[in-house]
């Protein structure tokens, strides 16, 4: 399963290579691009986040490319000329690569970022939350919880046939009653 993110922002103000390695060490953390870059606009997918490997599929777009395909966020996007989606594999260390990145874009550019999946804004505190914990559950896994583990007595299963009759043959008796 994938999750798309994207992050929108004034062009003028997209950040450089250096720059976003720096906001992103200021944030406690250790991001290493592979590849050299002028501008978040070129960077290829790969890197380095605090010593683990990750990659994930980016694409930039024009203000125009992005309305045509999200026209229902035209007015929160009305500042903006440029946008950079982000597609993160199943796994959580993609995902915390991804958050890290559109905070460091937050800080940097103004931008605005949006979870795609579920067309729903992110905020800064959203992010910064979410980082460790997807950096936690890399490292260990998802914790088990409560809920697997408590004992639900079994419902039983209802049958809508039966259901139905009694509904008719209820509502009959009533009709004849009148």
Do not use: H
Not at 83 to 90: A, E, T
Not at 92 to 108: R, Y
């Amino acid at each position: 399963m994938s999750m798309t993110t994207c992050a929108f922002y004034s062009k003028a103000k997209s950040p450089t290579k250096s720059e976003l390695e720096s906001k992103i060490k200021s944030f406690g953390y250790d991001l290493k691009f592979r590849n050299d870059f002028e501008s978040i606009e070129e960077f290829d997918g790969e890197c380095v986040l605090n010593e683990i490997q990750s990659f994930v599929e980016v694409y930039p777009q024009s203000k125009s490319e992005i309305l045509a395909e999200l026209p229902e966020f035209e007015n929160e996007l009305r500042e903006i000329d440029q946008g950079i989606s982000f597609i993160s594999g199943s796994n959580f260390i993609d995902g915390a690569t991804t958050s890290v990145i559109c905070l460091a874009l937050m800080e940097l550019s103004n931008a605005k970022v949006l979870y795609l999946d579920d067309e729903m804004w992110n905020t800064k505190e959203m992010l910064e939350k979410e980082i460790p914990r997807l950096l936690e559950y890399e490292k260990n896994g998802v914790p088990e919880t409560n809920i697997s583990k408590s004992v639900s007595k079994p419902r039983k299963k209802i049958d809508w046939i039966e259901l139905s009759l009694f509904t008719l043959l209820l509502l009959t008796g009533i009709a004849m009653a009148k």
